[in-house]
């Protein structure tokens, strides 16, 4: 079983910067083999893969809206993954959730299937 529990969402203005982290536990949980990643959802829309790490941090993909914008990083050591959001824009207003997925193909979305309950992140124009 693996616990996520994110944090560092909030209220901030366009052109401003948040970062999210993400805190993994677990029985059994290697945190260091498994893929992360960081989807939101926004109201009326569809879950969305924002970015996504290998298991060593030096694979990474990001959704075209956010590339340039947004960091993915990971601390084996701390068990956590974070999420450098910098320009933020109205239309990153979402939910946003960690999730990891216990295998190599950290690039599909489908194969995460450990979530976190999700941090919100609104941002005003």
């Known amino acids: 079983q693996v616990q996520l529990v994110e944090s560092g969402g909030g209220l901030v203005q366009a052109g401003g910067s948040l970062r999210l982290s993400c805190a993994a536990s677990?029985?059994?949980?290697?945190?260091?083999?498994?893929?992360m990643a960081w989807f939101r959802r926004a109201p009326g829309q569809e879950r969305e893969l924002v970015a996504a790490?290998?298991?060593?941090?030096?694979?990474?993909i990001y959704a075209d809206s956010v590339k340039g914008r947004f960091t993915i990083s990971r601390d084996n050591a701390r068990n956590t993954v974070y999420l450098q959001m910098n320009r933020l824009k109205p239309e990153d207003t979402a939910d946003y959730y960690c999730?990891?997925?216990?295998?190599?193909?950290?690039?599909?979305?489908?194969?995460?299937?450990?979530w976190g309950q999700g941090t919100q992140v609104t941002v005003s124009s």
């Open positions: 999730a990891a997925h216990l295998g190599r193909r950290y690039d599909v979305a489908a194969n995460y299937n450990y």
């Open positions: 790490i290998n298991w060593s941090g030096d694979s990474k």
């Open positions: 677990g029985r059994a949980f290697i945190f260091s083999s498994t893929a």
